[in-house]
């Protein structure tokens, strides 16, 4: 059954792939205020921020409003809520928020990365995945590193219903696990690295294979009506993406001063994040697809949610195809 539902699933969202705007092209000038998030999770946005590149594109006649976001679940809310119209979240939590009503459509890749694994403090006796069955883990729901958990347990024969879900925020969760109030934690970097390093806990469980892509999401409303501004984004998020490719060192300390973390742990959680490539790659997309069976599963997605249909309408690559990015 999850196969031949996996293989429906990624059908559909493959004929998305060739989704096209059916809009006609609006002048950047007809929006005066544009609101996009930013995110320690994912440092391209922090360069776009930082170095005025998103400004500079739009033009001085649009005003941006920066929200931080905390995970993929904020960014999201903001989505939804219509506080900002572009934000960034992992792939499989795109699909969720999809699946669950949330009106925005990936149209990039922004970074693939090994952000999250499972973390265990450095005294723990936890040293497998079975070992966990009982215990109270820390996770912040609809994110990448709450659905890597469930899919982490299943690779053992385990659920959600064998551990006790502790919800809460990303650094929330790593103050948890340092204060012992949690045994475990589906960490997120730069916080997971902070915890690497300063207080030398554990990664007892790491797997990129069940890691999904980083992904750019805009509202879909604001995408019909102001293509053109979609297509400037991209060209601007690309142009930060080659700054960060090239200027590792400045990347670093940009990462660092935004979260207020030392530079070792930004330079930690940049070796595990590759930024090569905006376009969605099949491979991308067959990995955001891939947290569809444990999803149908999870409890996550409210009443009458279709993942077919979310899948089948989530990814829209036209805009990278037509400005040729890679």
């Known amino acids: 059954m999850t196969r031949r539902f996996s293989r429906r699933l990624f059908t559909a969202l493959a004929l998305a792939a060739g989704l096209t705007i059916g809009a006609g092209p609006a002048r950047a000038d007809s929006v005066s205020t544009l609101g996009i998030s930013y995110a320690y999770y994912d440092p391209v946005s922090l360069i776009l921020k930082d170095r005025g590149i ?13 929200v931080l976001s905390q995970g993929s679940n904020k960014a999201l809310e903001f989505l939804r809520g219509g506080s900002i119209e572009f934000g960034q979240t992992a792939g499989s ?40 069955k009982g215990k109270r883990i820390a996770a912040t729901p609809g994110t990448d590193p709450d659905i890597f958990l469930l899919r982490t347990l299943a690779t053992v024969g385990l659920s959600g219903g064998d ?43 790491r797997n990129p294979k069940l890691i999904s892509p980083g992904t750019l999401l805009v ?23 080659d700054w960060a490719i090239a200027n590792p060192d400045g990347t670093a300390a940009i990462l660092a001063s935004e979260s ?25 997309a067959q990995a955001i697809l891939a947290a569809a069976p444990v999803l149908q599963t999870s409890g996550k997605l409210s009443a009458g949610a279709n993942l077919n249909q979310a899948g089948a309408t989530l990814i ?5 195809t037509e400005l040729g990015l890679k």
Do not use: C
């Open 54 to 66: 998103l400004q500079d594109t739009l033009g001085p006649n649009v005003k941006i409003n920066w």
């Open 260 to 284: 207020h973390l030392p530079l070792d742990v930004a330079k930690l959680q940049l070796s595990r994040s590759h930024f090569q490539g905006e376009a969605i790659t099949p491979a991308d």
């Open 219 to 241: 509202r879909e409303d604001f995408e019909a009506a102001h293509p053109d501004i979609v297509k400037d984004v991209l060209i601007a998020y690309n142009k930060a993406r």
């Open 163 to 205: 551990i006790t879900l502790v919800p809460l925020q990303h650094p929330l969760g790593r103050q948890a696990l340092a204060a012992g109030q949690v045994d475990a934690w589906a960490g997120l970097d730069p916080f997971m690295a902070e915890a690497q390093l300063i207080d030398h806990d554990k990664l007892i469980y």
């Open 93 to 132: 939590a795109a699909l969720l928020g999809r699946a669950n009503g949330a009106p925005v459509q990936v149209i990039g890749v922004t970074t693939n990365a090994e952000w999250t694994a499972i973390v265990v403090p450095a005294n723990s006796p936890i040293t497998s995945l079975t070992e966990l």
């Open 316 to 320: 829209n690559t036209s805009f990278t």
